[in-house]
Every structure is written in C-alpha cells, then in structure tokens.
C-alpha cells in the first residue's frame, strides 16, 4: 500500500492509502469517501496535469507520500 496526501488548498488536507495498482478513478472515490463528496465532482491535478480516470497510479509514478492537488468542478 502507497500513502497518498491530497490536498484542495483550501484547509482540506487528507492522507490516502491505496495500492499503486488502483485507477485514478478508484482512487477519487477514496478520497470522495473521506472528505464527504462526490467523486465525479472531483479533479486531481499535478503540475496543471489532469489525472485521467482508467490511468493507474503507478502509471502516473504516484509514489508514497507524494502530493496531489484537488479540485472541484
């Protein structure tokens, strides 16, 4: 398992543990799960590049402990 931090810049901040094997889209409804939301309302982003939903972490090198931005549409 791989620990990832989410954060939306706006005093949300929250720690994931999923595996690298996961979708981007499996992980949204992690953290949707956590903060309270719905998962289609949200956008992860890393350096202005937008995560696609069937793209895997590993596939992004999303490693452990690494930062994602969050933001909702």
């Keep these: 398992l791989v620990e ?4 939306d ?8 543990k999923c595996s ?3 979708t981007i889209g499996d992980f949204k ?7 309270g939301t719905d998962p289609k ?3 992860l982003k890393k350096w202005y590049k937008e995560f696609k939903d069937h793209i895997t972490l590993d596939d992004y090198e999303l ?4 930062n994602v931005e969050l933001y909702y549409r």
């Excluded at 810049?9 to 994931?16: A, D, E, P, S, T």
């Excluded at 409804?29 to 903060?35: F, G, N, R, T």
């Design 63 to 66: 490693h452990n402990g690494m």
């Design 4 to 7: 990832i931090e989410v954060n």
């Design 20 to 22: 690298p094997q996961d």
């Design 29 to 35: 409804k992690l953290v949707a799960a956590q903060i």
């Design 41 to 43: 309302k949200i956008v």
């Design 9 to 16: 810049r706006l005093g949300k901040k929250v720690r994931v």
